[in-house]
């Protein structure tokens, strides 16, 4: 039966979430799920603090998938409609549009996009998400150090995404059966997020920096205010279908009061999602009691670590990725060229063998005609 892992890794200034999953047969469980405190550590500790954790629960973090998650507070999204459906272009056309749309240089932020849909008339509407090239190269780095060191001999290549892609893969493989597009507002224990989606694409996102404090002081308002922004602005830009339903996700057993408020405010349905609830874990698996105590957003994680994602954002800084992309060919000519040599060794031993053979049979026969 074969089996991989995949292992996401969030980071905030103070702690390091680590989740890893199992994979068999295109489905997947839950076997790790870890909090450690990061709080002023330099690049080195964490290096050392995720060597540390992959010993002592033996994650075996070099040979797994990983997916380092950027915070969508720390990423810039923007919506464009561009005149090209060609792939090329429309990065080219990006890179002018974002001059004067970001606070940043060109060369300082590292971009990627994913296209929301294409129409007859040949332009594109893209969102795209733009990171500080610090941040991007901070996390790569980790992912290039050890224990995760030399995973671009695996097939899959480490990867940096954001939180918002995370929201809508959990929507996506515990909603697949509503064609809703909904706000998703994911409560955390510091800040929140607040996703627009469907089953097939994410159309916005929004950090909200409020979170479970604000909530347990029903200080609702705020909430409801950012809701309604984000949603004002997503009609304004006519950027997709209709809302038809907020979904409230967080990993408390209840929001009762807050779904109540919320309720009343919104003009569409509101649901509350237990996030943690009926996820597939390993038999021995057990929730550590930090999680339980802070109840921090894993929505993303889990999003990640147990959905099918197939394309995605992906803000590793172009060298890198072609650095990767190299090390990765490298390794596969190495392997070609031992497997290569080992068959060639394999069949001069046999043309040996057959030589011998046939030059004892020729003497034995020789033998007999004297």
Same mark, same amino acid.
């Given at each position: 039966?074969?089996?991989?892992?995949?292992?996401?890794?969030?980071?905030?200034?103070?702690?390091?979430?680590?989740?890893?999953?199992?994979?068999?047969?295109?489905?997947?469980?839950?076997?790790?799920?870890?909090?450690?405190?990061?709080?002023?550590?330099?690049?080195?500790?964490?290096?050392?603090?995720?060597?540390?954790?992959?010993?002592?629960?033996?994650?075996?973090?070099?040979?797994?998938?990983?997916?380092?998650?950027?915070?969508?507070?720390?990423?810039?999204?923007?919506?464009?409609?561009?005149?090209?459906?060609?792939?090329?272009?429309?990065?080219?056309?990006?890179?002018?549009?974002?001059?004067?749309?970001?606070?940043?240089?060109?060369?300082?932020?590292?971009?990627?996009?994913?296209?929301?849909?294409?129409?007859?008339?040949?332009?594109?509407?893209?969102?795209?998400?733009?990171?500080?090239?610090?941040?991007?190269?901070?996390?790569?780095?980790?992912?290039?150090?050890?224990?995760?060191?030399?995973?671009?001999?695996?097939?899959?290549?480490?990867?940096?995404?954001?939180?918002?892609?995370?929201?809508?893969?959990?929507?996506?493989?515990?909603?697949?059966?509503?064609?809703?597009?909904?706000?998703?507002?994911?409560?955390?224990?510091?800040?929140?997020?607040?996703?627009?989606?469907?089953?097939?694409?994410?159309?916005?996102?929004?950090?909200?920096?409020?979170?479970?404090?604000?909530?347990?002081?029903?200080?609702?308002?705020?909430?409801?205010?950012?809701?309604?922004?984000?949603?004002?602005?997503?009609?304004?830009?006519?950027?997709?279908?209709?809302?038809?339903?907020?979904?409230?996700?967080?990993?408390?057993?209840?929001?009762?009061?807050?779904?109540?408020?919320?309720?009343?405010?919104?003009?569409?349905?509101?649901?509350?999602?237990?996030?943690?609830?009926?996820?597939?874990?390993?038999?021995?698996?057990?929730?550590?009691?930090?999680?339980?105590?802070?109840?921090?957003?894993?929505?993303?994680?889990?999003?990640?670590?147990?959905?099918?994602?197939?394309?995605?954002?992906?803000?590793?800084?172009?060298?890198?990725?072609?650095?990767?992309?190299?090390?990765?060919?490298? *390794? #596969?000519?190495?392997?070609? %060229? !031992?497997?290569?040599?080992?068959? @060639?060794?394999? &069949?001069? *031993? #046999?043309?040996?063998?057959? %030589? !011998?053979?046939?030059?004892?049979? @020729?003497?034995? &026969?020789?033998?007999?005609?004297?």
């Amino acid at each position: 039966m074969r089996q991989k892992t995949r292992t996401i890794v969030e980071m905030t200034e103070a702690q390091i979430q680590l989740m890893q999953t199992i994979w068999r047969n295109d489905e997947a469980v839950l076997a790790h799920y870890l909090i450690a405190d990061i709080k002023g550590f330099f690049e080195g500790a964490i290096a050392k603090k995720l060597i540390q954790l992959d010993k002592e629960h033996r994650l075996n973090l070099r040979n797994s998938e990983t997916i380092a998650v950027i915070p969508r507070s720390q990423v810039i999204l923007k919506y464009f409609k561009l005149p090209s459906q060609n792939t090329t272009e429309l990065k080219q056309m990006l890179d002018l549009q974002l001059a004067s749309q970001i606070p940043y240089a060109r060369e300082d932020v590292v971009v990627d996009f994913t296209v929301l849909d294409t129409d007859a008339q040949g332009y594109s509407r893209v969102l795209v998400f733009v990171s500080p090239r610090e941040t991007a190269l901070r996390l790569a780095r980790i992912l290039q150090a050890p224990p995760m060191a030399g995973q671009a001999a695996k097939a899959a290549l480490p990867r940096i995404t954001v939180s918002s892609m995370g929201i809508f893969h959990w929507y996506q493989s515990h909603c697949s059966n509503l064609t809703d597009v909904a706000v998703l507002l994911d409560i955390g224990q510091q800040n929140s997020e607040i996703c627009i989606c469907d089953s097939r694409r994410l159309w916005t996102s929004r950090p909200v920096f409020m979170g479970i404090e604000q909530v347990e002081a029903k200080q609702y308002e705020e909430f409801l205010k950012q809701i309604d922004w984000t949603v004002k602005n997503y009609e304004r830009q006519a950027m997709g279908p209709a809302v038809s339903r907020l979904i409230l996700l967080s990993c408390m057993e209840a929001m009762g009061d807050f779904h109540d408020y919320l309720s009343k405010g919104c003009a569409v349905p509101v649901d509350y999602m237990r996030t943690i609830k009926d996820v597939p874990v390993v038999k021995a698996f057990k929730w550590p009691s930090a999680f339980l105590a802070g109840n921090p957003s894993i929505t993303g994680g889990l999003g990640l670590g147990l959905g099918n994602l197939s394309g995605g954002i992906n803000l590793i800084p172009p060298e890198i990725k072609e650095a990767q992309h190299k090390q990765k060919m490298h *390794l #596969a000519m190495v392997r070609f %060229s !031992i497997v290569a040599a080992v068959a @060639l060794a394999a &069949l001069l *031993l #046999a043309f040996s063998l057959n %030589s !011998i053979y046939e030059g004892f049979y @020729l003497k034995k &026969l020789q033998q007999q005609l004297r």
